[in-house]
Protein backbone atom coordinates (compact mmCIF):
# COMPACT_ATOMS: atom_id res chain seq x y z
CA UNK A 1 0.00 0.00 0.00
CA UNK A 2 2.58 1.99 0.95
CA UNK A 3 4.67 1.76 -2.41
CA UNK A 4 1.22 2.51 -4.32
CA UNK A 5 0.79 5.60 -2.41
CA UNK A 6 4.40 6.40 -3.29
CA UNK A 7 3.98 5.86 -6.72
CA UNK A 8 0.61 8.03 -6.99
CA UNK A 9 2.37 10.84 -5.28
CA UNK A 10 5.31 10.71 -7.46
CA UNK A 11 3.17 10.89 -10.66
CA UNK A 12 1.08 13.72 -9.58
CA UNK A 13 4.01 15.82 -8.63
CA UNK A 14 5.43 15.21 -12.28
CA UNK A 15 2.43 16.37 -13.73
CA UNK A 16 1.96 19.52 -12.18
CA UNK A 17 5.42 20.50 -12.30
CA UNK A 18 5.91 22.84 -14.97
CA UNK A 19 8.69 21.93 -17.82
CA UNK A 20 11.08 24.77 -18.22
CA UNK A 21 12.67 26.33 -21.77
CA UNK A 22 16.10 28.01 -21.71
CA UNK A 23 16.16 31.49 -20.95
CA UNK A 24 14.58 34.21 -23.94
CA UNK A 25 16.96 36.83 -23.99
CA UNK A 26 15.96 40.08 -24.80
CA UNK A 27 18.79 42.39 -26.29
CA UNK A 28 19.15 46.24 -26.34
CA UNK A 29 21.43 49.19 -26.53
CA UNK A 30 20.43 51.81 -24.46
CA UNK A 31 21.89 55.64 -23.78
CA UNK A 32 22.58 55.51 -20.34
CA UNK A 33 25.63 57.88 -20.44
CA UNK A 34 25.96 60.72 -22.89
CA UNK A 35 23.69 63.73 -23.24
CA UNK A 36 19.67 61.58 -24.02
CA UNK A 37 21.10 59.53 -20.80
CA UNK A 38 18.29 61.27 -18.81
CA UNK A 39 15.81 59.86 -21.03
CA UNK A 40 17.46 56.49 -21.41
CA UNK A 41 17.50 55.39 -18.25
CA UNK A 42 13.54 55.21 -18.77
CA UNK A 43 14.02 52.10 -21.34
CA UNK A 44 16.82 51.00 -19.01
CA UNK A 45 14.55 50.94 -15.96
CA UNK A 46 11.61 49.73 -17.64
CA UNK A 47 12.71 47.28 -19.39
CA UNK A 48 14.29 45.85 -15.93
CA UNK A 49 10.94 46.11 -14.29
CA UNK A 50 9.09 44.78 -17.07
CA UNK A 51 11.22 41.61 -17.00
CA UNK A 52 11.05 41.63 -13.53
CA UNK A 53 7.60 40.94 -13.08
CA UNK A 54 6.51 38.87 -16.05
CA UNK A 55 9.54 36.46 -14.41
CA UNK A 56 7.54 37.34 -11.13
CA UNK A 57 4.13 36.01 -12.61
CA UNK A 58 5.94 33.21 -13.74
CA UNK A 59 7.72 33.82 -17.08
CA UNK A 60 6.53 33.41 -20.55
CA UNK A 61 4.79 30.07 -21.89
CA UNK A 62 6.66 28.73 -24.69
CA UNK A 63 4.72 26.32 -26.21
CA UNK A 64 3.99 23.97 -24.09
CA UNK A 65 7.30 24.87 -22.11
CA UNK A 66 7.66 27.95 -19.22
CA UNK A 67 10.42 30.44 -19.98
CA UNK A 68 12.02 32.90 -18.13
CA UNK A 69 13.05 36.24 -19.74
CA UNK A 70 16.22 37.31 -19.74
CA UNK A 71 18.28 40.59 -20.70
CA UNK A 72 20.96 41.88 -22.06
CA UNK A 73 21.64 45.98 -22.19
CA UNK A 74 24.42 47.61 -23.32
CA UNK A 75 25.30 51.40 -22.82
CA UNK A 76 25.61 53.13 -26.44
CA UNK A 77 26.83 56.36 -24.68
CA UNK A 78 24.40 58.48 -26.72
CA UNK A 79 26.52 57.70 -30.04
CA UNK A 80 24.35 55.89 -32.73
CA UNK A 81 27.29 54.59 -34.44
CA UNK A 82 28.46 52.39 -31.01
CA UNK A 83 24.75 51.77 -31.12
CA UNK A 84 24.82 50.19 -34.57
CA UNK A 85 27.94 47.68 -33.62
CA UNK A 86 26.08 46.96 -30.59
CA UNK A 87 23.54 45.48 -32.41
CA UNK A 88 25.33 43.41 -34.65
CA UNK A 89 27.13 42.16 -30.98
CA UNK A 90 23.65 41.17 -29.20
CA UNK A 91 23.16 39.29 -32.48
CA UNK A 92 26.06 37.50 -33.49
CA UNK A 93 27.81 37.81 -30.24
CA UNK A 94 25.75 37.63 -27.20
CA UNK A 95 23.46 35.47 -28.94
CA UNK A 96 20.31 37.27 -27.82
CA UNK A 97 16.61 35.91 -28.63
CA UNK A 98 14.84 39.16 -29.63
CA UNK A 99 15.16 42.82 -29.83
CA UNK A 100 14.00 46.35 -27.79
CA UNK A 101 15.07 49.40 -28.84
CA UNK A 102 17.08 52.47 -28.21
CA UNK A 103 15.76 55.92 -27.41
CA UNK A 104 15.01 58.79 -30.02
CA UNK A 105 14.31 58.34 -33.68
CA UNK A 106 18.14 58.80 -35.12
CA UNK A 107 19.34 55.57 -33.08
CA UNK A 108 15.77 53.68 -33.97
CA UNK A 109 16.25 54.48 -37.90
CA UNK A 110 20.35 53.63 -37.57
CA UNK A 111 19.94 50.75 -35.28
CA UNK A 112 16.50 48.72 -37.00
CA UNK A 113 18.70 47.87 -40.26
CA UNK A 114 20.36 45.42 -38.02
CA UNK A 115 17.32 43.75 -37.25
CA UNK A 116 16.08 44.00 -40.93
CA UNK A 117 19.37 42.59 -42.24
CA UNK A 118 19.26 39.87 -39.42
CA UNK A 119 15.56 39.65 -39.38
CA UNK A 120 15.12 39.99 -35.49
CA UNK A 121 12.27 41.69 -34.53
CA UNK A 122 12.96 44.76 -32.75
CA UNK A 123 10.17 46.25 -30.57
CA UNK A 124 10.74 49.67 -29.38
CA UNK A 125 9.27 52.71 -27.99
CA UNK A 126 12.01 55.58 -27.98
CA UNK A 127 11.14 56.64 -31.76
CA UNK A 128 8.17 58.18 -33.35
CA UNK A 129 9.56 59.32 -36.50
CA UNK A 130 7.64 58.58 -39.47
CA UNK A 131 10.75 57.70 -41.72
CA UNK A 132 11.33 54.87 -39.37
CA UNK A 133 8.22 53.10 -40.91
CA UNK A 134 8.44 54.44 -44.66
CA UNK A 135 11.17 51.82 -45.33
CA UNK A 136 9.08 48.89 -46.14
CA UNK A 137 11.02 47.13 -43.56
CA UNK A 138 9.14 43.72 -41.70
CA UNK A 139 11.02 43.83 -38.51
CA UNK A 140 10.67 47.02 -36.66
CA UNK A 141 7.77 47.61 -34.19
CA UNK A 142 7.00 51.02 -32.12
CA UNK A 143 4.63 51.91 -29.65
CA UNK A 144 5.18 55.75 -30.15
CA UNK A 145 2.21 57.30 -31.98
CA UNK A 146 2.98 59.04 -35.07
CA UNK A 147 5.29 62.23 -34.80
CA UNK A 148 3.66 63.76 -37.54
CA UNK A 149 0.54 64.06 -35.21
CA UNK A 150 2.00 64.87 -32.10
CA UNK A 151 1.00 68.28 -31.88
CA UNK A 152 -2.95 67.42 -33.30
CA UNK A 153 -4.30 67.14 -29.77
CA UNK A 154 -2.85 71.09 -29.51
CA UNK A 155 -4.07 72.27 -32.51
CA UNK A 156 -7.39 70.80 -32.04
CA UNK A 157 -7.61 72.74 -28.39
CA UNK A 158 -6.29 75.91 -29.80
CA UNK A 159 -9.65 76.51 -31.91
CA UNK A 160 -11.72 76.20 -28.69
CA UNK A 161 -9.44 78.61 -26.33
CA UNK A 162 -10.72 82.04 -25.99
CA UNK A 163 -9.23 84.12 -27.73
CA UNK A 164 -8.30 81.75 -29.70
CA UNK A 165 -4.39 82.22 -31.14
CA UNK A 166 -4.93 82.70 -34.89
CA UNK A 167 -0.54 82.95 -35.84
CA UNK A 168 1.95 80.04 -34.29
CA UNK A 169 5.86 80.34 -34.44
CA UNK A 170 6.92 76.57 -35.26
CA UNK A 171 10.07 75.65 -33.87
CA UNK A 172 11.93 72.61 -34.12
CA UNK A 173 14.90 70.89 -34.01
CA UNK A 174 17.09 69.21 -36.93
CA UNK A 175 16.68 65.47 -35.65
CA UNK A 176 14.63 62.88 -37.64
CA UNK A 177 11.81 63.05 -34.82
CA UNK A 178 11.41 66.60 -34.71
CA UNK A 179 11.52 67.48 -38.42
CA UNK A 180 8.72 64.64 -38.78
CA UNK A 181 6.80 66.63 -35.92
CA UNK A 182 7.15 69.90 -38.02
CA UNK A 183 6.20 67.98 -41.56
CA UNK A 184 2.58 66.96 -39.88
CA UNK A 185 2.40 70.26 -37.84
CA UNK A 186 2.10 72.50 -41.11
CA UNK A 187 -0.13 70.30 -42.62
CA UNK A 188 -2.27 70.36 -39.39
CA UNK A 189 -1.81 74.44 -39.16
CA UNK A 190 -2.76 74.75 -42.39
CA UNK A 191 -6.02 72.88 -42.19
CA UNK A 192 -7.08 74.51 -39.19
CA UNK A 193 -6.27 78.18 -41.02
CA UNK A 194 -3.33 79.02 -38.69
CA UNK A 195 -0.75 81.10 -39.86
CA UNK A 196 2.65 80.75 -39.43
CA UNK A 197 4.59 83.84 -38.71
CA UNK A 198 7.97 81.57 -38.33
CA UNK A 199 9.23 78.52 -39.44
CA UNK A 200 12.58 77.43 -38.03
CA UNK A 201 15.00 75.20 -38.10
CA UNK A 202 17.75 74.71 -34.79
CA UNK A 203 20.35 72.45 -34.15
CA UNK A 204 20.25 69.71 -32.03
CA UNK A 205 21.96 70.32 -28.92
CA UNK A 206 21.26 74.24 -29.31
CA UNK A 207 21.91 76.13 -26.33
CA UNK A 208 21.59 79.67 -27.34
CA UNK A 209 17.42 80.71 -28.33
CA UNK A 210 18.18 84.39 -28.62
CA UNK A 211 17.69 85.12 -32.37
CA UNK A 212 15.05 82.81 -32.26
CA UNK A 213 13.33 84.58 -29.59
CA UNK A 214 14.27 87.93 -30.99
CA UNK A 215 11.79 86.70 -34.10
CA UNK A 216 9.48 85.82 -31.79
CA UNK A 217 9.42 89.29 -29.65
CA UNK A 218 9.39 90.60 -33.29
CA UNK A 219 6.36 88.32 -35.03
CA UNK A 220 4.40 88.07 -32.08
CA UNK A 221 2.71 85.33 -32.60
CA UNK A 222 0.12 83.90 -30.18
CA UNK A 223 1.31 80.61 -30.19
CA UNK A 224 4.68 78.98 -29.73
CA UNK A 225 4.67 75.34 -30.94
CA UNK A 226 8.74 73.53 -30.11
CA UNK A 227 10.09 70.39 -31.06
CA UNK A 228 13.04 69.51 -29.13
CA UNK A 229 14.71 67.48 -26.80
CA UNK A 230 14.40 68.29 -22.67
CA UNK A 231 17.64 70.56 -22.71
CA UNK A 232 16.73 72.13 -25.50
CA UNK A 233 13.54 73.01 -23.91
CA UNK A 234 14.80 73.68 -21.09
CA UNK A 235 17.24 76.40 -22.06
CA UNK A 236 14.61 77.86 -24.32
CA UNK A 237 12.04 78.51 -21.32
CA UNK A 238 14.98 80.00 -19.31
CA UNK A 239 15.81 82.16 -22.40
CA UNK A 240 12.36 83.65 -22.94
CA UNK A 241 11.84 84.20 -19.03
CA UNK A 242 15.10 86.44 -19.17
CA UNK A 243 13.92 88.22 -22.47
CA UNK A 244 10.69 88.29 -21.25
CA UNK A 245 9.08 86.71 -24.33
CA UNK A 246 5.48 86.16 -23.27
CA UNK A 247 3.14 84.86 -26.29
CA UNK A 248 -0.36 83.05 -24.98
CA UNK A 249 0.73 80.07 -25.51
CA UNK A 250 4.03 78.06 -25.24
CA UNK A 251 3.45 74.45 -26.36
CA UNK A 252 6.61 71.88 -26.35
CA UNK A 253 6.77 67.69 -27.28
CA UNK A 254 8.76 66.92 -24.17
CA UNK A 255 9.63 67.59 -20.93
CA UNK A 256 6.50 68.77 -19.33
CA UNK A 257 5.41 64.81 -18.60
CA UNK A 258 8.42 64.79 -16.60
CA UNK A 259 9.43 65.70 -13.23
CA UNK A 260 12.65 66.60 -13.63
CA UNK A 261 11.56 69.10 -15.97
CA UNK A 262 9.49 70.65 -13.34
CA UNK A 263 11.84 70.08 -10.66
CA UNK A 264 14.52 72.19 -12.92
CA UNK A 265 12.57 75.23 -14.00
CA UNK A 266 10.39 75.06 -10.34
CA UNK A 267 7.73 78.23 -10.85
CA UNK A 268 9.10 79.05 -13.97
CA UNK A 269 7.33 75.59 -15.32
CA UNK A 270 4.00 76.90 -15.14
CA UNK A 271 1.81 77.87 -17.88
CA UNK A 272 3.83 75.10 -19.99
CA UNK A 273 1.57 73.27 -22.36
CA UNK A 274 2.77 70.01 -23.41
CA UNK A 275 1.30 66.29 -24.74
CA UNK A 276 1.44 62.91 -23.62
CA UNK A 277 0.57 59.29 -25.18
CA UNK A 278 0.24 58.20 -21.34
CA UNK A 279 -1.46 58.86 -18.06
CA UNK A 280 -1.51 56.77 -14.82
CA UNK A 281 -4.93 56.33 -14.92
CA UNK A 282 -6.41 53.13 -13.17
CA UNK A 283 -8.42 52.29 -15.89
CA UNK A 284 -5.84 50.98 -18.40
CA UNK A 285 -5.61 48.00 -17.10
CA UNK A 286 -2.97 45.63 -17.41
CA UNK A 287 -2.17 41.60 -17.22
CA UNK A 288 1.14 41.89 -15.24
CA UNK A 289 0.97 44.80 -12.77
CA UNK A 290 -3.49 45.13 -12.47
CA UNK A 291 -3.24 49.03 -13.91
CA UNK A 292 -1.79 51.56 -14.97
CA UNK A 293 -1.70 53.83 -11.52
CA UNK A 294 -0.45 50.64 -9.37
CA UNK A 295 2.25 50.15 -12.09
CA UNK A 296 3.09 54.00 -11.28
CA UNK A 297 3.42 53.44 -7.39
CA UNK A 298 5.03 50.47 -7.75
CA UNK A 299 7.94 51.98 -10.42
CA UNK A 300 8.04 54.90 -8.32
CA UNK A 301 9.09 53.20 -5.09
CA UNK A 302 11.01 50.89 -7.06
CA UNK A 303 13.79 53.69 -9.44
CA UNK A 304 12.73 56.29 -6.92
CA UNK A 305 10.98 59.26 -9.52
CA UNK A 306 7.94 59.08 -11.65
CA UNK A 307 7.85 56.95 -14.78
CA UNK A 308 6.34 58.94 -17.59
CA UNK A 309 5.05 57.90 -21.06
CA UNK A 310 8.77 56.49 -22.38
CA UNK A 311 8.76 54.00 -19.26
CA UNK A 312 5.00 52.77 -20.32
CA UNK A 313 6.02 52.13 -23.58
CA UNK A 314 9.68 50.89 -22.72
CA UNK A 315 7.02 48.11 -20.37
CA UNK A 316 5.13 47.62 -23.01
CA UNK A 317 7.89 46.76 -25.16
CA UNK A 318 8.08 43.72 -22.78
CA UNK A 319 4.98 43.12 -22.70
CA UNK A 320 4.43 42.88 -26.62
CA UNK A 321 7.01 40.19 -26.80
CA UNK A 322 5.48 38.45 -23.62
CA UNK A 323 2.12 38.07 -25.77
CA UNK A 324 3.79 37.31 -28.94
CA UNK A 325 5.95 34.60 -27.65
CA UNK A 326 2.91 32.76 -26.29
CA UNK A 327 0.72 33.28 -29.23
CA UNK A 328 3.73 31.99 -31.38
CA UNK A 329 4.21 29.07 -29.40
CA UNK A 330 8.01 30.08 -30.37
CA UNK A 331 10.97 32.01 -29.75
CA UNK A 332 11.63 31.93 -33.44
CA UNK A 333 12.46 35.40 -34.76
CA UNK A 334 10.40 34.82 -37.73
CA UNK A 335 7.12 33.35 -36.10
CA UNK A 336 7.69 36.03 -33.10
CA UNK A 337 7.38 38.98 -35.75
CA UNK A 338 4.12 37.62 -37.03
CA UNK A 339 2.86 37.03 -34.27
CA UNK A 340 3.33 40.93 -32.87
CA UNK A 341 2.09 41.86 -36.42
CA UNK A 342 -1.34 40.43 -35.24
CA UNK A 343 -1.20 41.20 -31.47
CA UNK A 344 -4.12 43.08 -30.03
CA UNK A 345 -3.87 43.52 -26.43
CA UNK A 346 -4.54 45.95 -23.60
CA UNK A 347 -1.85 47.17 -21.54
CA UNK A 348 -0.89 50.23 -18.69
CA UNK A 349 0.32 51.75 -22.10
CA UNK A 350 -3.30 51.55 -24.13
CA UNK A 351 -4.10 49.08 -26.82
CA UNK A 352 -1.59 47.52 -28.43
CA UNK A 353 -1.73 47.16 -32.06
CA UNK A 354 0.47 47.73 -35.02
CA UNK A 355 -0.51 48.95 -37.97
CA UNK A 356 0.62 47.18 -41.18
CA UNK A 357 3.94 49.07 -41.16
CA UNK A 358 4.67 48.49 -37.65
CA UNK A 359 3.47 51.33 -35.39
CA UNK A 360 0.66 52.20 -32.62
CA UNK A 361 -1.68 54.19 -32.67
CA UNK A 362 -2.36 56.27 -29.55
CA UNK A 363 -3.90 60.10 -29.37
CA UNK A 364 -2.07 62.46 -27.24
CA UNK A 365 -3.54 63.96 -24.48
CA UNK A 366 -2.98 68.07 -24.21
CA UNK A 367 -1.52 68.46 -20.59
CA UNK A 368 -0.60 71.70 -18.84
CA UNK A 369 1.74 72.41 -16.09
CA UNK A 370 -0.07 74.20 -13.15
CA UNK A 371 1.23 74.89 -9.40
CA UNK A 372 3.82 72.07 -10.21
CA UNK A 373 1.90 69.52 -11.39
CA UNK A 374 0.78 67.96 -14.57
CA UNK A 375 -3.02 68.60 -15.30
CA UNK A 376 -4.82 66.88 -18.18
CA UNK A 377 -6.18 69.80 -20.39
CA UNK A 378 -7.45 67.56 -23.80
CA UNK A 379 -8.67 65.11 -25.02
CA UNK A 380 -10.68 64.96 -28.39
CA UNK A 381 -12.57 67.63 -25.87
CA UNK A 382 -11.61 69.77 -22.80
CA UNK A 383 -11.36 67.34 -19.52
CA UNK A 384 -9.50 70.09 -17.54
CA UNK A 385 -9.39 73.93 -16.96
CA UNK A 386 -6.62 75.26 -19.39
CA UNK A 387 -4.34 78.13 -17.89
CA UNK A 388 -4.68 80.19 -20.66
CA UNK A 389 -3.43 83.10 -21.67
CA UNK A 390 -0.55 82.86 -20.44
CA UNK A 391 0.68 86.03 -18.50
CA UNK A 392 3.96 87.74 -19.20
CA UNK A 393 6.81 86.72 -17.56
CA UNK A 394 6.92 89.99 -15.41
CA UNK A 395 3.52 89.74 -14.08
CA UNK A 396 3.50 86.28 -12.70
Known amino acids: MKLLTSIILASVFTIIQPTWAATVTLGASVQMSGPLANTGRYYRD ?31 QSENNLAVRQYVQLLTQDKVDLLLGPFASDAVIATSSVAEKYQVPMVQGGGASDQI ?3 GYK ?17 QA ?16 DDAFDVSVAKGTRELLAKAELSIVIDERYSTNASDFASLLAQIRSAQPDAVLVAGHETEILNFIRQAKSLNVSPHLY ?88 ALAKLDFESLYGRVRFS ?22 YNHDFIGKALYPTPAWNQR
Open 356 to 377: DAGQISLPQTVIQVQDGKVVPI
Open 158 to 173: MAKLSPAPKSVALLYA
Open 251 to 338: SFTVGVPSADFRKALGTDADYAFGMTSWLPSASLKDPYFGDAAQFAQAYQKKFGYEPDYHAASAVADVEAYAQAIEAAWSVDPAKVRD
Open 46 to 76: GYEFAVAQINKLGGVKVGNARAQLGLKLLDN
Open 133 to 135: YSR
Open 139 to 155: YIFGTLPSATKYFESTI
